[in-house]
């Protein structure tokens, strides 16, 4: 008898317990696909800002401290191959001339591109 009533109670809890289960609220597959549009983009997370490369020098005005450069990938920040100028300090400059196979530094800063270190390769 005791046996029974242990079971019965048993049976009873569980049965209690299934009928207490929340009932999850339906997935709202409703939701507009335009509210996600319009969601201000997240701006891309911020690409390093120094990086080193390998180029020719196409162009150097050491008097300016500009020297242009047909460089090779930077995937450091995120850079394409492409031929571009750049700040440098002069002193820098004075190292090499138009026609030169460079490796540099570079730093980018508020959208100036500077060469930190740059020597014939
Ligand atoms: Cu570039």
Do not use: N, Y
Not at 7 to 33: M, V
């Amino acid at each position: 008898m005791k046996r029974f009533l242990t079971l019965t109670a048993f049976a009873s809890t569980a049965l209690l317990a299934a009928c207490g289960q929340p009932t999850e609220p339906a997935p709202d597959t409703a939701a507009p696909a335009e509210d996600a549009a319009m969601v201000p983009m997240a701006p891309t997370p911020a690409a390093q800002t120094t990086g080193h490369g390998t180029g020719v020098v196409t162009a150097v005005d050491p008097a300016a401290g500009t020297v242009t450069l047909d460089h090779g990938p930077i995937p450091e920040v995120g850079w394409p191959a492409m031929t571009m100028g750049f700040k440098a300090d002069p002193a820098l400059l004075a190292t090499v001339k138009t026609g030169d196979r460079v490796r540099f530094d570079l730093v980018i800063k508020g959208g100036t591109s500077e060469i930190t270190a740059i020597r014939p390769e």
